[in-house]
């Protein structure tokens, strides 16, 4: 195992948790490797919501130049950042055991919810806003933007309520509050919990040591959540959430699409064998499509163009 498996990853401290967990489980393997971290754009832009910069792979396209060029040899992703369509030439080659899927509210103080008072909600997530307008549509959401540190610091430092955060990142990094509620009405986003590592489509030495990190039910799941979101040509300027869950040799599925401000829901739930689970994501969001997420998809693009 001469070759030395250039491991490329954001800069936050999450990313290089997860950087980090893939190396050590291929160096337990037998593989040399090295972290090589870089700043990705949607690290470098905080001042805009990630919907009005208009870009998807907003997180990885760093990553993704870097290893078309040979300056690394495999990306490592929070899989839910990561487009439906990969670029030409880079394919994917491991999707990790996934952790928990929930979102959760980290506070100072949950009297508001029971008592039904204003309050300020921040998240940088069209998903978590339409989710919580929704529920609580006297509520108001402020975008909030930067990694998982950066976010806990602007809660503690501006006049909010809370925010919401993917309980699987901060579990990883040590920063899950013991009072956080955990937001179980709420469908995460496709592939939320989940790694992504992603190689050159002709490296096969790469591609050969990642697959012994595959995790077969989880790739399963995710590709479903992940097909349903590009069928319903998603990605991250639209308010849609998809979890598939593998139990007793079925998948259970659940998706749903909301307006931009939560009004509007088109909600799916689906169980079918495992073994008749293909196209399961596509099959779920053409149903969508034809009970009015069709005129709701284009209303979203049409209120995000006007942003643009």
Known sequence: MSKIIRIGTRDSELA????????????????????????????????????????TGIFTKTLDVALLKGDIDVAVHSMKDVPTQLPKGIVQVAVLERAVTHDILVHKGSGFLEQDQPATIATGSLRRKAQWLNKYPDHKVVDLRGNVNTRLLKLIENNWQGAIFAQAGLERIKLLPKDAIQLDWMVPAPAQGAMLVVAKQEDDFTQQALAHLNHSETEVATTIEREFLRTLEGGCTAPIGALAQIKDKKVHFKGVVFSLDGKQKIEIKKEVKLSEAKNLGKACAEEVLKNGGDKLMQEIRNENSAVH
Do not use: F
């Not at 805009?48 to 910069?53: G, I, S």
């Open 16 to 55: 290089l948790w997860q950087a980090t967990t893939v190396q050590n489980k291929l160096e337990t393997l037998g593989y040399d490797t090295i972290l090589v971290p870089t700043k990705s754009m949607g690290d470098q832009v905080l001042d805009k919501p990630l919907y009005e910069l208009g870009v």
